[in-house]
């Protein structure tokens, strides 16, 4: 049907895509509706986002405060060309799913349950990974001493005694990195299998995304704690020397501290990245998209940048952001935001800051930093010194301006 003969209720998408009331909705923008009445007299209809009233994605999470009609922009009929409605709604419509991603209150379907509980085991664990990360001290005192004195017997058995229960937490830490590349690989089969989208996923199964969302979470957390603590390596090195020092020696080694070589060798890489859970994530990512060889990249690369776009878009919406209940929910959505982004630009190949991503990085740094500095800050830092892409060539110079 030639647009010039369209009937009242039906219309042009701004794709220049034929649609009915009935059909209201573009296979590349699912949040793009096109409705007559109730929202207009006139005598063709107008083009919305996320109606309340025939909205079959949102359903219950929209409702006319957080509503965001496009009511001036009408489809197309008689023939004119929609031009100027892609220049207003640009790409932020193009790359941006608007929904509400409950990171407080999402529990899992009985689809979700299989998977979720599997994750739970792990996550778990998490908090008190990172509250024994955040009390490490070191033995480093007892290492200076121990080296001073190298003939002093006693000095080397206290040095000896403190390092061992610190290298059993680290081979802790070590082992619930291999945990978690698991349930990151049980989680991105998840969200990104058929017949679904990234969006759909996401928007059905939030209860697998807020646990994606907390993986995220932890590892920058972790990587953080890690990073501003040198006893870390200190301590693994000096252990690592003293068991060969005593294997040569012939010594025995105290089989409550021993770690075979295969995994001091493991740890030692493990410990060595500046940021060890993000290594993880992103050779997980990697090998989850290498031996799904029938899923394209893209699919595992647009659930990571969905969720940055809906993380930004919660962030920069007033309607959205009133419907977190704390503060620390606010955080909690930048950091994953950040996590993600950074994880994105570690898995695909041209990075999230060319000008193909589908990233808004210049709307994601401007939301970090009209928050308070002292809450965004080390958000800032990792993205300047995480990421993988910021000083390619590829990479505009207004956003490596805004990140100076």
Known sequence: MHTSQLVWGEGVCFCNVFCTVSSCRTPWYRDIHIHTQPHCAADYPILTRSCRWLCDLCANEVNPGICSPAAGHRAVTGGRVMGNLIKVLGKDLENCPHFFLDFENAQPTEAETVV????????????????????????????????????DVHLQEEAWRAVCPLVAKLKRFYEFSLRLENALHSLLEALTSPPYAPTQHLEREQALAKQFAEILHFTLSFDELKMTNPAIQNDFSYYRRTVSRN?????????????????????????????????????????FVSENKSLPIEDTTDCLSTMACVCRVMLETPGYRSRFTSTETLLFCMRVMVGVIILYDHVHPVGAFAKTSKI?????????????????????????????????????????????
Not at 129 to 135: D, H, K, M, T, Y
Not at 269 to 280: E, G, N, Q
Not at 367 to 381: A, I, M, R
């Open 116 to 151: 979720w509980n599997q994750v739970n085991s792990v996550l778990e664990e998490a908090q008190g990974i990172l509250a024994e990360l955040q009390s490490y001290r070191g033995a480093g005192q007892e290492i200076r001493q121990a080296i001073q004195n190298p003939s």
């Open 247 to 287: 294997r040569l020696n012939n010594f025995q080694v105290d089989s409550d501290c021993d770690v075979n070589n295969e995994m001091a060798n493991r740890m030692s890489l493990f410990y060595a990245d500046a940021t060890p859970m993000l290594k993880t994530l992103s050779n997980a990512t990697t090998k």
């Open 360 to 404: 808004d990085m210049k709307g994601c740094i401007k939301v970090l930093k009209d928050q308070p500095s002292t809450s965004t800050e080390g958000l800032l830092n990792a993205l300047r010194y995480t990421t993988r892409h910021l000083h390619d060539d590829t990479t505009s110079k207004q956003i490596r301006a805004l990140l100076q």
